[in-house]
């Protein structure tokens, strides 16, 4: 492995060990039954200074980090032996010192065997989202998870999870986590899961290292390979009812999205564990390597998260593609397996400097997969820009329709998802809707509340949003954090500080009452000048197809830079005009050129960065805020080029999913944004010459436009 320096990557996961010892013997554990033992030593459970320590310290961290949230997983051992009383002292406690400072997110990891209404109660109170473990149907569990006089456990976990799927209790689901044992019926155990109802399940290959391999009882190439595309298949003919994690990382980074996993993806780690001692460790899967694995030396009594975030092997874990082995750096499908588990790497003789011990089973996963969801059609998307934009509006309400889905026991959001609906159905008012979810930065947020806590507050603003471009009446309320309401595409409103508002639409202006206001504020209304003292409207810049300035976005902060803070000045914007009347001045027919970009939002960033685009739809841009007329005139077609490619890989597939197609085409597109022809030449030609069934018909198509725009530009 080479020496680099880690990602700047916070810490925004706790796993807080709360109870130390477990009612349950399972032979797979690798707290009781793997290499450290350490947990002999450990109190039997975490006192209350030592609780009070992890949240002042956790708290301090956030603070400086200036984190937005941060997730404390209850764990064990197994923490549903804490006890009712002590399980509420701890969440209060949590919730008491860290909710002034960031959104807190608590989660548990339980068996679920000792479940009952008042461990629930607790949650419920405290919005602790509850995961179980259970191994798949009765023949499959009991393999593994007995009780500590050997009788199984099946009955009373199914018990315990039937109890978290009332009413009262079935928001606080999270899911299930199965480890995966190959001597088991794959599509027994998914479909055993299944039945269940869990709202995610998550596959986990049992903890393995190459001094201690995993059992390969059938002795084949990929057992465990094979046994999850079992259930893959099963899971994409049952219409992929619930999210599976490994599957979905996969999905994600096959298509150049993020992983969503640790055991998979180069992700840096965010991950921090506090022992019922207060000892910080390490992640606790390294248990398995050998003993002491993931000790620190460190704890909250004497030591912050700041100092545990720059310890060596906390490091480690954050290097990226620079912390994998030389095997894994050369492999085609680094970037969905990740060099697997950190865990799963060690030997004794060459510490983590190898690949996977499921090297070969997460390569054929990877490329199994590819294998089944590469679509080799015409996607209609490659042909235009309309074409693009139609692809790109779907998607963008596929992706809201799933978030529904999330935001069904919301008591807010029905009324919310009505407006919605009504304004769609109604081909006047369409249009308006498509206009608000269409804003970029609305791509942001729905991925982002698709992948962590819904965000409820930003779609029922975006549902006001859709009523007031649509001219509806309409009556919303929700609980809004923080003191500004954003209005996506439209503005930002000033509140007098958080908590319970309701917003009253009529055509082209609204009201907001606050939350402990007796009555409403004053109507504003678009398009007023002066605006009200209240409203920060955007604004489009005065040009031909000129984009909407937008630097208030809550869900701007998407690109690898810095975003400017809103801007106090009309300099930017001066810039700008500048810029577009040297873009009209150089390609007068820059409009009626089917293939120009043209954005639709541009958002300010920290001086010297240039022109850049990041994680959000189609038609935002991010430009230095400091950005010479000259240098966006020069910029934008090639920066132009890279966002259509970025927008059509997001609605069709150009090649098999995770080989070489994807590198050669980013080259391709480079130099001919670049104007290096003898470079985008060179890359095509190698397209040209992959071996069939490399490109998807789409791709074959975007190819041979690529050709004639070679053709056109070269001399």
């Not at 120009?596 to 939002?601: M, Q, S």
């Amino acid at each position: 492995m080479t020496s680099q320096e880690p990602a700047d990557q916070p810490l925004r996961q706790l796993v807080l060990k709360v109870h130390s010892r477990c009612d349950l013997l399972c032979d797979h554990c690798y707290v009781y039954q793997h290499a450290d033992q350490s947990w002999r030593s450990r109190p039997t459970f975490i006192r209350p200074d030592t609780v009070r320590s992890v949240a002042r310290r956790l708290a301090e961290y956030a603070a400086a980090q200036s984190l937005e949230s941060v997730s404390v997983i209850l764990h064990g051992g197994e923490p549903l032996l804490v006890g009712p009383t002590r399980l509420r002292d701890i969440c209060a406690e949590l919730t008491r010192v860290l909710t002034p400072v960031t959104t807190l997110d608590l989660r548990m990891h339980t068996n679920a065997v000792t479940l009952n209404r008042r461990h629930l109660d607790v949650c419920e109170e405290f919005g602790v989202r509850v995961s179980v473990s259970l191994d798949g149907d009765r023949v499959a569990n009991d393999r593994h998870r007995l009780d500590r006089q050997g009788r199984s456990s099946y009955d009373r976990v199914v018990r315990g999870i039937r109890l978290l799927q009332e009413p009262e209790y079935r928001h606080l689901f999270s899911g299930v986590l199965c480890t995966v044992d190959v001597a088991n019926d794959p599509v027994a155990v998914h479909d055993a899961l299944s039945e269940l109802d869990p709202p995610r399940i998550d596959y986990l290959l049992p903890h393995s290292t190459w001094d201690s391999p995993p059992p390969n009882p059938a002795g084949t190439a990929t057992p465990y390979a094979d046994w999850l595309l079992a259930i893959f298949d099963r899971w994409e003919q049952q219409g992929r009812p619930m999210p599976v994690r490994t599957f979905d990382s996969v999905l994600s980074t096959l298509r150049g999205g993020p992983s969503l996993t640790e055991a998979m993806g180069l992700a840096p780690s965010d991950l921090a564990v506090i022992e019922t001692d207060g000892t910080f460790e390490q992640a606790d899967w390294l248990k398995t390597a050998y003993a002491g694995a993931p000790e620190t030396g460190y704890d909250v009594f004497r030591h912050g998260f700041a100092e545990f975030a720059e310890h060596p092997g906390v490091q480690a874990r954050q290097l990226g593609i620079d912390g994998i082995s030389d095997t894994c750096r050369r492999c085609p499908v680094v970037r969905s397996c990740g060099g697997g588990l950190y865990g799963h790497r060690y030997s004794s003789a060459r510490g983590f400097d190898n690949p996977s011990v499921f090297c070969a089973d997460l390569r054929s996963l990877v490329d199994g997969i590819a294998d089944r969801v590469t679509d080799p059609t015409l996607a209609p998307a490659v042909l235009g820009t309309a074409q693009l934009l139609t692809a790109q509006r779907e998607l963008d309400a596929v992706l809201l329709s799933r978030l529904h889905e999330r935001l069904t026991s919301e008591p807010d959001w029905a009324e919310a998802w009505r407006l919605i609906v009504a304004i769609d159905k109604d081909p006047d008012t369409a249009p308006f809707l498509d206009e608000v979810l269409t804003h970029p930065y609305v791509r942001t947020s729905l991925v982002h509340s698709l992948q962590r806590p819904a965000d409820t507050a930003r779609f029922m603003s975006l549902a006001v949003a859709a009523a007031l471009r649509a001219g509806v009446p309409a009556t919303l309320a929700w609980d809004q954090p923080g003191s500004r309401l954003h209005l996506p595409a439209l503005g930002t409103y000033r509140l007098d500080g958080p908590g319970r508002i309701e917003v009253d639409v009529a055509p082209d202006s609204f009201r907001v009452r606050d939350a402990g206001s007796p009555g409403y504020g004053a109507w504003v209304r678009l398009g007023e000048v002066p605006a009200s003292p209240r409203w920060r409207p955007l604004a489009p810049l005065w040009a031909q197809d000129g984009p909407l300035i937008d630097d208030a976005d809550t869900y701007r902060d998407c690109y690898p830079v810095a975003v400017s803070p809103p801007l106090e000045s009309g300099e930017f914007a001066e810039r700008l005009t500048r810029a577009y009347e040297l873009l009209e001045k150089d390609s007068p027919d820059r409009h009626s050129d089917p293939d120009a970009f043209h954005p639709t939002v541009i958002t300010p960033l920290e001086a010297g960065s240039g022109l850049v685009l990041g994680e959000h739809g189609f038609g935002a841009l991010g430009v230095a805020v400091d950005i010479e007329p000259k240098e966006f005139a020069r910029e934008l077609p090639r920066v132009g080029r890279l966002a259509r490619l970025t927008a059509l890989r997001a609605v069709s597939d150009l090649h098999r999913l995770g080989g070489p197609a994807g590198e050669l085409l980013d080259r391709a597109d480079e130099g001919l944004g670049r104007e290096a022809y003898d470079e985008a030449a060179r890359a095509l030609t190698a397209l040209t010459l992959l071996p069939e069934g490399e490109l998807t018909l789409t791709g074959a198509v975007l190819v041979a436009r690529m050709w004639s725009q070679w053709a056109a530009g070269h001399v």
